[in-house]
């Protein structure tokens, strides 16, 4: 069985995730959204709305899992008997700082493979962080985000 774990903090959940996860999700058998708690970042929802958000935007696909997980993503994927994490590409700069994971990951378990799925490019200026700065100056994000998710930030 294949098993894949895309993680990720979606705080909050993007057009440009939303994108990730349908052109990944049919290359599986089982795929889990990974909502982990990233100890270097300001959150904007407590991991358990982010939670309820994915589970609101994948509601339509049973394949798809949204847990919540805490510390090395390599052990989360251990643990879910994944092979596989999922990673989106935006930019250059995305690559170079998803290689340098993926490599330390490959050096704590060469048994996960990192697949990089590139952004379309309409996508690829949307972040979470930018969403972020314009919803703390009460900016309209709907063009940015699925609208099942605008509860979620009300």
Same mark, same amino acid.
């Given at each position: 069985? /294949?098993?894949?774990?895309?993680?990720? *903090?979606?705080?909050?959940?993007?057009?440009? #995730?939303?994108?990730?996860?349908?052109?990944?999700?049919?290359?599986?058998?089982?795929?889990? +959204?990974?909502?982990?708690?990233?100890?270097?970042?300001?959150?904007? $929802?407590?991991? &358990?709305? %982010?939670?309820?958000?994915?589970?609101?935007?994948?509601?339509?696909?049973?394949? +798809? #899992? +949204?847990?919540?997980?805490?510390? $090395?993503?390599?052990?989360?994927?251990?643990?879910?008997?994944?092979?596989?994490?999922?990673?989106?590409? %935006?930019?250059?700069?995305?690559?170079?700082?998803?290689?340098?994971?993926?490599?330390?990951?490959?050096?704590?378990?060469?048994?996960?493979? *990192?697949?990089?799925?590139? &952004? /379309?490019?309409?996508?690829? &200026?949307?972040?979470?962080? +930018?969403? %972020?700065?314009?919803?703390?100056?009460?900016?309209?994000? *709907?063009?940015?985000?699925?609208?099942?998710?605008?509860?979620?930030?009300?």
């Amino acid at each position: 069985m /294949k098993i894949a774990l895309f993680p990720g *903090s979606f705080d909050p959940v993007t057009k440009a #995730h939303v994108d990730i996860v349908k052109r990944s999700v049919n290359l599986f058998d089982k795929f889990y +959204i990974g909502v982990g708690v990233n100890s270097s970042k300001q959150g904007l $929802l407590p991991v &358990s709305k %982010r939670e309820e958000m994915l589970r609101a935007v994948f509601a339509y696909d049973e394949r +798809i #899992h +949204i847990i919540a997980y805490e510390g $090395l993503t390599v052990d989360f994927c251990r643990s879910i008997n994944a092979d596989y994490m999922i990673r989106g590409i %935006r930019t250059v700069s995305d690559f170079e700082y998803e290689k340098a994971i993926a490599q330390m990951n490959h050096a704590l378990e060469p048994e996960i493979e *990192s697949i990089f799925i590139v &952004s /379309k490019p309409g996508y690829s &200026s949307i972040s979470s962080s +930018i969403v %972020r700065e314009i919803i703390r100056y009460n900016g309209d994000v *709907s063009q940015f985000i699925p609208k099942e998710a605008i509860p979620f930030l009300q």
